[in-house]
């Protein structure tokens, strides 16, 4: 009989326990569903975007220098590299032959000025004898025609003084234009020959150039850019030096080209920088950085939060923990950030990390939240 009781009790105890371990282990696999996930609530910037294309620095003004006359260099009256000014004297081709046909052509030219001189009085003298029937017509005629013959002697020996002075002048080579000087291609005592032997190179330095191509569809763009009214302030056009450093001035855009190459479909466009320092220099190449129209205020969140399936974008949206798959519409792709037209708003939480874990309609838990803080400028 005791024992019957005994067992009674036991029995009563383990039918008291199971419904309290039931409760105890619900509990566990509820916590157990909860996916632990990182959030972050998205934000919105004034993005700054810019389209880069490879650039290169030109010289607003350059020119080859060449010798109008042959003769060997007498002299090299500059430093190599230097700023030189407007009729500087840079070389000197052996003048003695120029100088002596020079003087030759002034002697020339005296004498036939004084033959002319002459001639005029014997014209005049004989025009007036004639008046009075004092001489023979052939003698007058004969000194009209020296008159004549004279005056046109004149002329020739004025254009072979014009020429040799020109001659005598082009024997000394003057900067056309003040401007950085290269190396010398020639050293005293080369010989050159009229426009063949290359002396040097001179190039302007401030302003300068920046060409670069685009593509014929984005021509109506910048033929609106050239037609604003651009301001020292305006970053519309930036440029990055060889390090990948910033130049430190904006540019404007200056030329566009006339035509459309019709082989590749692009077209050249120059842009125009200050270079006080002479940072910049002809050949230099560079990236070209202009301002995206679609810059301004952008829905921001980090690429990593994106998901792409299928040619279409999603997010993880949170609200009331849980997780729904949200479509989203991309604007433009920043880097680390993408910018979105649609899908999420600014204050929305969306899923940063764990998104592997979880699924739609999943049950997460937030372990570490952050806002947006994408950066306001972006390359």
Not at 2 to 19: C, E
Not at 50 to 66: C, I, K, R
Not at 289 to 311: C, D, R, T, W
Request: charged share 20%; glycine share 8%.
């Amino acid at each position: 009989m005791k024992n019957s009781k005994i067992i009674i009790h036991v029995v009563a105890w383990g039918l008291l326990l199971v419904p309290l371990s039931c409760k105890k282990g619900a509990k566990t696999d509820q916590y157990a569903a909860l996916v632990q996930v990182e959030s972050y609530t998205v934000g919105q910037k004034n993005v700054l975007y810019y389209d880069s294309y490879p650039g290169t620095v030109a010289a607003l003004n350059e020119v080859d220098l060449h010798s109008q006359v042959s003769g060997y260099i007498t002299g090299i009256y500059f430093k190599e590299g230097s700023v030189v000014t407007r009729g500087q004297k840079l070389y000197e081709i052996d003048r003695r032959k120029y100088q002596a046909a020079l003087e030759q052509v002034k002697a020339n030219f005296s004498i036939s000025k004084a033959n002319l001189e002459k001639a005029q009085r014997d014209a005049d003298r004989y025009t007036s004898l004639m008046g009075q029937n004092a001489i023979a017509k052939q003698i007058y005629e004969d000194a009209l025609t020296n008159l004549h013959d004279a005056t046109m002697q004149l002329k020739s020996a004025q254009s072979a003084l014009i020429n040799a002075e020109t001659d005598y002048s082009y024997s000394v080579i003057a900067a056309p234009f003040s401007g950085t000087i290269g190396f010398s291609m020639v050293k005293p005592g080369t010989f050159v020959v009229p426009g063949q032997t290359l002396l040097n190179t001179i190039s302007t330095n401030d302003p300068v150039g920046v060409d670069f191509f685009v593509n014929e569809k984005s021509l109506p763009g910048f033929l609106s850019l050239k037609k604003r009214d651009v301001s020292e302030a305006d970053s519309t056009f930036r440029i990055l030096l060889p390090d990948n450093s910033e130049y430190q001035y904006n540019g404007r855009l200056s030329v566009i080209d006339r035509a459309v190459d019709r082989q590749t479909g692009t077209i050249k466009l120059r842009l125009e920088f200050s270079n006080h320092e002479g940072n910049l220099r002809p050949g230099m190449n560079c990236k070209v950085k202009v301002l995206n129209s679609s810059s301004g205020n952008k829905v921001l969140i980090p690429f990593k939060a994106v998901i792409e399936q299928m040619g279409e974008y999603f997010v993880y949206s949170i609200e009331n923990k849980t997780a729904r798959q949200v479509k989203v519409v991309p604007d433009l792709n920043l880097g680390e950030y993408i910018a979105i037209k649609e899908g999420v708003k600014p204050g929305d939480e969306i899923v940063l990390e764990g998104i592997q874990k979880i699924h739609n309609g999943s049950q997460v838990v937030i372990s570490n939240p952050s806002a947006g803080q994408a950066p306001i400028a972006l390359k």
